[in-house]
């Protein structure tokens, strides 16, 4: 993607007030659901890392238990983790969850795509040449980290050790991904990137991914078997 395309972020606005103004009605059915269930919470804000290395609040909405950070595993979320509310795993399986970034994307901490904005503690599993990377753009609504590791919980869930899997198996394999998106930024991959997204979302088991991105990266054997 060209510097000029990147410094205006004129589809970014575009978009994310198009696609805000869409889901607004479903927005409008899932507050006061999560208002009077679970711990009554509604959005949930956490520090990620964002463009240049500087933290953003992070808009989700809510599905865990508040204290959830300090429980468990931690920043890491496992397949049927406990600490997910009943209405929050139904959210999490719709990425309907996921929405309120759009605000994110609309106040320009964030882009509708590109490499996920990750807490520090998880950020700082990516190797340092990939970090130096990953900050010089936007992290992404969607991207092809989200993408190809959607079923990361059961990966973790896989694992003897889910914490040291993820840290030195997923980490380092998500961080040549997203490397791989920002050396081929374009409009073309842009938007391949929204609808392969809305795609996976539609058709779960799908590996479009695969055939409409060129030489990804090679998955380590480890993860082979879940590609």
């Not at 919470?41 to 463009?51: A, S, T």
């Not at 808009?59 to 049927?80: R, V």
Request: glycine residues 6%.
């Amino acid at each position: 993607m060209n510097e000029r395309f990147d410094s205006t972020r004129i589809v970014d606005f575009i978009l994310s007030t198009v696609f805000i103004s869409w889901v607004l009605p479903l927005w409008i059915i899932v507050i006061p659901v999560l208002r009077f269930t679970g711990e009554g919470e509604i959005f949930y804000r956490q520090p990620r890392v964002g463009k240049d290395g500087k933290l953003f609040d992070l808009l989700k909405f809510a599905t865990m238990l508040k204290d959830s950070p300090k429980l468990g595993t931690g920043d890491l979320t496992i397949h049927n983790d406990p600490r997910v509310l009943p209405v929050g795993r139904w959210l999490r399986k719709s990425k309907i969850n996921e929405l309120p970034q759009l605000i994110n994307v609309w106040l320009g901490h964030m882009s509708i795509a590109g490499p996920r904005p990750q807490t520090p503690r998880c950020f700082s599993a990516f190797p340092p040449e990939m970090q130096s990377e990953i900050v010089k753009v936007r992290p992404g609504l969607s991207g092809l980290g989200a993408i190809l590791f959607r079923g990361e919980e059961k990966m973790m869930k896989d694992a003897a050790d889910p914490v040291a899997f993820y840290d030195h198996v997923i980490m380092p394999y998500k961080g040549q991904v997203e490397n791989w998106y920002i050396r081929n930024r374009s409009l073309k991959n842009y938007f391949l990137v929204i609808i392969v997204t809305i795609w996976v979302i539609l058709f779960p088991k799908s590996k479009i991914a695969w055939r409409w991105f060129e030489d990804l990266p090679t998955p380590p054997p480890e993860l082979a078997p879940y590609f």
